[in-house]
């Protein structure tokens, strides 16, 4: 699914190892709910998702001002139009061995 809208992929979530059996423990229990009151599992699960969607966005929107000012600091101060001192060179690419 293509969204301009930030979610939550849990890609590269890491599960603290004390956190290890609990987690196996509630998606057996989400497996079995499947398997038992299927409508009512899939939308406790819906409903679940869509109370994070605004959790993301607030994440978001937190992780990009933050990038936007590091970016900034970095930089050396605002950018303007009265900064720009012309076309910036790409950086050069050197080969792999």
Do not use: C, N
């Not at 992929?9 to 423990?25: D, G, R, T, W, Y």
């Not at 599992?41 to 966005?57: A, D, E, R």
């Amino acid at each position: 699914m293509v969204s301009r809208v930030p979610t939550y992929s849990f890609k590269k979530a890491k599960i603290p190892q004390a956190m290890v059996i609990p987690v196996l423990l509630l998606a057996a229990l989400f497996v079995v709910g499947l398997t038992g009151a299927p409508w009512k599992t899939l939308s406790f699960g819906g409903l679940i998702y869509i109370i994070s969607i605004p959790v993301s966005m607030r994440s978001y929107a937190r992780l990009k001002a933050e990038a936007e000012r590091m970016h900034v600091e970095r930089d050396g101060g605002e950018e303007g139009p009265e900064a720009d001192t012309g076309p910036r060179e790409p950086p050069r690419l050197r080969p792999v061995d």
